[in-house]
């Protein structure tokens, strides 16, 4: 079925430094979602990315999917404290017609030391 | 803004025991999803609903049944509880238009003891 790999596992960076995690699906995907779920929290949605080659940015969060839309990246700059949590991509889910059937990424755990 | 309600936020069972959980989505949201997330693991999809119509259904249970309710709200009903059922219940509500993003609720947190 369909798998959604997501490296690293986990990343400390002093305050201040950048922050990528990358997403591999193994089949081709129709669009991309990244989630944010703070410590104790609910996923919060960040961003979609639907065309090849797309890349988006939200202030210092830049987001990029392939041009074989099977990959796709989340880049923060200049982290701070307050991007701590776990960073998910997600795919649609296999034989599914609900948009929201959703298979995560096992998330990249972000911790920023001030 | 109203978000999506979850009802209770924290559960404790005993092993063979039943739980309901309840989801209350974000007004004139149609679509009702259910995810499951164990201890440090990503979400699992479980199941969702259209239109108080099951929709799709993933990794869920055969212990484990759901139904959307006239008024949209959501409720999980697990039977026969076993330990590996701890996690925390994720239900997360969209619109149907194409490509709207999941809101997904605060979570039930459900030990079995």
């Known amino acids: 079925g369909q798998q959604v790999m997501q490296i690293p596992q986990y990343q400390h960076v002093q305050e201040g430094e950048d922050f990528t995690t990358y997403c591999n699906s193994s089949?081709?995907?129709?669009?991309i979602q990244w989630y944010k779920q703070r410590p104790g929290g609910h996923p919060v949605f960040l961003i979609q990315l639907v065309k090849s080659g797309e890349v988006k940015k939200q202030k210092r969060l830049t987001f990029q999917f392939g041009e074989a839309k099977k990959n796709s990246s989340l880049h923060i700059t200049a982290t701070q404290t307050t991007d701590v949590g776990t960073y998910f991509c997600?795919?649609?889910?296999?034989?599914?017609?609900?948009?929201?059937?959703?298979?995560f990424g096992q998330g990249t755990i972000l911790t920023v030391h001030p | 803004a109203a978000g999506v309600i979850q009802s209770p936020r924290h559960l404790i069972k005993e092993k063979r025991e039943t739980a309901t959980l309840k989801c209350y989505p974000i007004p004139r949201h149609d679509t009702v999803y259910w995810y499951q997330q164990g201890p440090g693991q990503d979400p699992q999809f479980l199941i969702s609903f259209y239109e108080k119509m099951q929709s799709d259904k993933g990794s869920i249970p055969d212990r484990f049944s759901a139904q959307q309710f006239s008024d949209y709200h959501s409720e999980l009903n697990m039977s026969s509880l076993e330990l590996g059922d701890s996690a925390l219940y994720f239900c997360?509500?969209?619109?149907?238009?194409?490509?709207?993003?999941?809101?997904f609720g605060n979570g039930t947190r459900l030990t079995v003891t």
């Open positions: 089949t081709t995907l129709s669009n």
């Open positions: 997360a509500s969209s619109p149907t238009a194409f490509n709207s993003p999941l809101h």
């Open positions: 997600a795919g649609p889910g296999a034989g599914g017609t609900s948009y929201g059937k959703l298979t």
